[in-house]
């Protein structure tokens, strides 16, 4: 079926074959970066969750390995879950995970690299002690689960880890603190609890800096220093931070700000998005962060298909220096070693209703495109009143027009126009005549197939004054992953084609504002190639 094999991606990491969430365990060790991965070896869907393994020199081109971990014990014999890396000062990998029993309770195991010389870490060892923490008293058996990478407590020399669960309705990360990663003691109190918020899986927990662009190890803490804590929210599957300060000596986190909390604040990515997780990546000293992309048509087509999800383009994430209330997310700059071919466009005027054809250069499923947009001053100072209260979500995409929106890209197009996938500003005027911006993707169009979920998704992105609009899109194949601002917000989306595909997908400028003259001041196209992502011969 040439329509379900073009959904293949070329550059993002997916397995050659069946199921995957999940990222585990990211880590650089010896020279190569470490993907681990939730994979059912035996079908397109969730099951038999063992560890996927593959191995890269630059986050871009893979190498497939064999299996790292299979459920082979009473304490993961229902599946080898989600889990995270710990590289130690003396260099050594500590490898925490939750398995799923023979009763189906959560348990946290250990396991290490059979030969730590190994740089491709082929062979893992199960603890003999496992399981290292079991649910502790209050907390459902099927509630625990996820542990984080540890950091380090100078004051008296043990490491922590968190661990995500609830209590009724309100999602908790507890911490658990070892001297020596064989046994744990669970810490009074919680790391931090958001009533309301469910089952908080996948916690990440780490420092950015307060200034300059450089991540930091997982263990640094002091002046300059906020703390991101994620939650991966199981009732609604998006992946929620907030930025706030951590107390070491009480083990507790608290919001910069409380409206914007853990679970009802910003989310990592608005689209289709889930799972992520970060480590630091000591070679090139940045935070990385892997995100789980899973599929939105049916479970029938991915049988099909005989595949389902792929992973992110690695994202580096730094605290916004200029806003000072958000992260910045930006594609790892290896994804930029893929360009070929190159585009630039200046100074294409777009009136109210206009769409405009791009000569990408070549197909149009492979690119990373740069654009940004100024609307003029006339069009914005002349506006009454538009719109503060938009939704992207609830509001009718691309096709709703008002007066300073929307505008922005159409991808993943056919010629006519049958199909296609908007990633569009919307700018919002209070009465007061404060400008609002929205960012938002619109999937209502983007494929004729009958059973694919399609949304619009999106949020609120911070503007700067004198700041352009600018949005950076990455479209590979089915995916089309998009960062406004630098990375204020992000939105990912799913898109299967029935006409858009091969050398039928275009692109397009579009402006479907009705007050708005708005200028695409400089647009930049590169073509990319596709990713070496094979398996690894023995
Ligand atoms: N996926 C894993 C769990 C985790 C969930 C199981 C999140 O450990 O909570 O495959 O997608």
Redo the contacts with the bound molecule.
């Keep these: 079926n040439a329509m379900l094999a073009w959904q293949r991606t070329s550059y993002h990491f997916q397995p050659e074959k069946n199921w995957m969430?999940?990222p585990d365990g990211p880590l650089f060790y010896k020279g190569w970066y470490h993907l681990f991965y939730?994979y059912n070896p035996d079908s397109a869907i969730?099951g038999n969750?063992t560890w996927g393994h593959a191995v890269s020199r630059d986050l871009i081109h893979w190498l497939y390995l064999p299996l790292a971990m299979v459920p082979d014990h009473w304490y993961d014999i229902n599946?080898v879950?989600?889990g995270s890396a710990t590289l130690l000062p003396n260099g050594s990998i500590v490898m925490i995970y939750?398995g799923a029993t023979t009763e189906n309770v959560q348990v946290q195991n250990l396991a290490f690299p059979a030969d730590p010389s190994d740089p491709l870490l082929l062979h893992w060892v199960k603890y003999e002690g496992n399981p290292i923490i079991v649910p502790p008293p209050g907390i459902g058996m099927k509630d625990f689960?996820?542990p984080t990478t540890a950091w380090y407590v100078a004051s008296n020399s043990t490491w922590r880890i968190a661990i995500g669960s609830k209590v009724n309705k309100t999602g908790i990360s507890l911490t658990y603190e070892t001297s020596d990663f064989l046994s744990y003691q669970l810490l009074e109190g919680v790391l931090h609890a958001v009533p309301g918020t469910g089952m908080w899986?996948?916690v990440d927990f780490y420092p950015v800096a307060t200034t300059g662009k450089h991540g930091m190890d997982t263990s640094e803490n002091g002046a300059g220093v906020k703390h991101v804590l994620k939650a991966?929210l199981?009732d609604d599957k998006h992946d929620y931070y907030a930025l706030g300060t951590y107390d070491v000596a009480t083990d507790t986190w608290t919001p910069d700000d409380p409206e914007v909390d853990v679970g009802i604040g910003m989310r990592y990515d608005y689209g289709k998005y889930?799972?992520s997780k970060t480590f630091y990546d000591q070679s090139k000293k940045r935070r990385v962060l892997w995100g789980?992309i899973g599929e939105t048509d049916s479970e029938l087509t991915d049988l099909e298909k005989g595949w389902a999800s792929v992973q992110t383009i690695p994202r580096v994430v730094v605290f916004d220096e200029k806003t000072r209330s958000n992260l910045l997310q930006w594609p790892v700059e290896e994804v930029e070693s893929l360009r070929t071919s190159h585009k630039d466009y200046k100074d294409i005027k777009m009136g109210p209703g206009s769409v405009v054809p791009i000569n990408v250069g070549g197909t149009a499923t492979q690119l990373d495109i740069n654009v940004e947009f100024e609307v003029s001053k006339e069009s914005l100072e002349g506006a009454i009143e538009a719109d503060v209260g938009y939704n992207c979500s609830t509001s009718a995409g691309a096709g709703g027009r008002s007066v300073l929106g929307p505008f922005g890209l159409l991808v993943v197009a056919d010629q006519t126009l049958s199909e296609q996938t908007a990633v569009y500003f919307y700018i919002g005027k209070g009465t007061d005549g404060n400008l609002q911006t929205f960012f938002c993707q619109d999937e209502l169009r983007s494929t004729k197939a009958p059973d694919v979920l399609k949304r619009v998704y999106g949020s609120v992105v911070p503007v700067l004054p004198g700041e352009k609009l600018s949005v950076r899109l990455l479209v590979d194949h089915s995916i089309v992953e998009s960062f406004a601002q630098g990375g204020r917000t992000c939105i990912t989306s799913r898109v299967y084609p029935t006409e858009a595909l091969y050398g039928a997908a275009r692109v397009f400028l579009f402006n479907n504002a009705t007050g708005a003259n708005v200028t695409a001041t400089s647009l930049k196209i590169w073509q990319l190639n596709s990713a070496f992502i094979h398996p690894y011969s023995f």
């Design positions: 969430n999940d939730q969730w969750i599946g879950w989600t939750t689960r996820d899986e996948c991966s199981d889930y799972a789980w």
